[in-house]
């Protein structure tokens, strides 16, 4: 893949979006290139978990030479 044009760490694609027994929606993705946001959807609740993460998990770019470059 190339590592310029990758979908996930440029924040257009999701990485995981299931479902997960009719019920529930489990969604992975990247979001403001370095926090990778886990989102869990029950019928009344949502959680999210957001952690910084310094490679791209599909293509291992380092996201975080980006950062310093647009600094």
């Known amino acids: 893949m190339n590592k310029n044009k990758c979908p996930y760490c440029r ?22 290139g370095n926090q990778l946001w886990s989102k869990f959807i029950l019928p009344n609740n949502e959680y ?6 310094r490679f791209c998990p599909m293509c291992g770019r380092n996201l975080m ?6 600094s």
């Open 48 to 53: 999210e978990v957001m952690a910084y993460i």
């Open 11 to 32: 924040g257009v694609k999701r990485i995981r979006d299931d479902l997960v027994h009719y019920t529930r929606r489990s969604i992975l993705e990247i979001k403001h």
């Open 65 to 70: 030479e980006e950062n310093n470059e647009q």
